[in-house]
């Protein structure tokens, strides 16, 4: 008698170790300009691992784990990183704010964060523009978000946020505890893609110059040197009030009122000194009243630079392009910085 059952064929997978090797399952390349806590957040997300619990994979202990991270990297970490994701060396170098000349503008992270939301004073970790997190295709945070200096998104041209537009509280992606995109906030679930408004044209400009100049200002140094025009902006006082403190503790608010008083000729320090510090702040937003000035000398000296006459232009040069060039100039032939700040 024949049997009727039909028969299963089973035949053993590979085993994951022989197909994939030791990387995790998803890989998540990292986006243009990203920051590496981002990353680290969208890595744990795509695989399953909700981000509060992802440090204890890395092996990071802390609340504030990845934007630790952000800021040292240690090697064991680094390695691991490298070991299970398809990352280069020089990527994860990249998404690090360690070996950034820029440190010291950074915002200053604080043991618990999310204590800044008591205080509109204080500062926040980490800004976001909601218009580049509402387009993302999947939300990333940028390292340009943590700078002191910055007000606003230099693509949408409106201001960034520090704190969630709904419960007030700073960014905590790294104690979300669901599988949840980044764009939520952490404490309340309220999107952060919250639009808002344009900042003014003459802190835009003031913004830009300050930008251009530090990173200009940065070829040619080495890390945290205090002579270096990003450590006296982060050390020079800032007046809030009757108080005084530096850009780096401040709140996003506070520092777009400093900028727009400087803009408006405004900066209540008008009564320090002739050649106190503060008077950099002041000189920074004369030029900025006067950015076209400051590209006609920039171009001029670099011309002169390069051996090379000056030729008249019906476009005026970009100063974003004569920075480049300048850093070019100044890597490849130990120019003077000094010689390139405003004076
Ligand atoms: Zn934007
Ligand atoms: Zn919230």
Redesign the pocket.
């Known amino acids: 008698m024949t049997s009727t059952v039909q028969r299963i064929t089973v035949s053993p997978a590979r085993r994951y170790s022989v197909v994939a090797g030791r990387r995790w399952p998803v890989e998540v390349r990292p986006a243009p300009g990203e920051l590496l806590s981002s990353w680290l957040h969208r890595v744990a997300h795509a695989n399953g691992v909700p981000p509060r619990y992802f440090g204890a994979v890395l092996g990071v202990a802390g609340e504030t784990w990845s934007a630790q991270l952000d800021r040292h990297l240690p090697d064991a970490v680094r390695r691991f990183l490298l070991d299970h994701t398809s990352i280069c060396p020089d990527e994860i170098d990249g998404l690090c704010l360690a070996n950034s000349p820029l440190s010291t503008l950074r915002l200053r992270l604080r043991t618990r964060p999310q204590d800044a939301g008591t205080s509109t004073a204080q500062s926040c970790w980490l800004q976001f523009?909601p218009?580049?997190l509402r387009e993302d295709e999947v939300p990333y945070f940028r390292r340009s978000w943590t700078l002191a200096t910055r007000l606003s998104?230099f693509?949408?041209g409106?201001r960034l946020r520090d704190r969630c537009p709904s419960c007030g509280q700073s960014l905590a992606p790294f104690r979300q505890a669901r599988l949840m995109s980044q764009q939520t906030c952490v404490f309340c679930d309220a999107p952060l893609t919250k639009p808002t408004g344009m900042v003014g044209q003459g802190i835009r400009r003031l913004e830009r110059l300050v930008d251009d100049l530090v990173r200009l200002d940065t070829a040619g140094r080495v890390q945290d040197d205090q002579k270096s025009l990003a450590a006296r902006l982060a050390k020079f006082p800032v007046p809030v009030g009757r108080a005084r403190s530096t850009l780096p503790h401040l709140s996003h608010a506070l520092r777009h009122d400093f900028f727009r008083r400087l803009s408006e000729g405004r900066t209540g320090i008008e009564k320090q000194k002739v050649h106190g510090p503060q008077t950099l702040w002041t000189r920074l937003a004369n030029a900025a009243e006067n950015h076209s000035g400051v590209v006609g000398v920039l171009a001029d000296r670099l011309m002169e630079t390069a051996g090379l006459e000056r030729t008249s232009s019906p476009k005026p040069p970009d100063l974003t392009t004569l920075l480049q060039a300048a850093v070019r100039l100044l890597e490849g032939r130990r120019f003077p910085v000094e010689a390139w700040q405003v004076v």
């Open positions: 523009c218009t580049c998104c693509r949408h409106c």
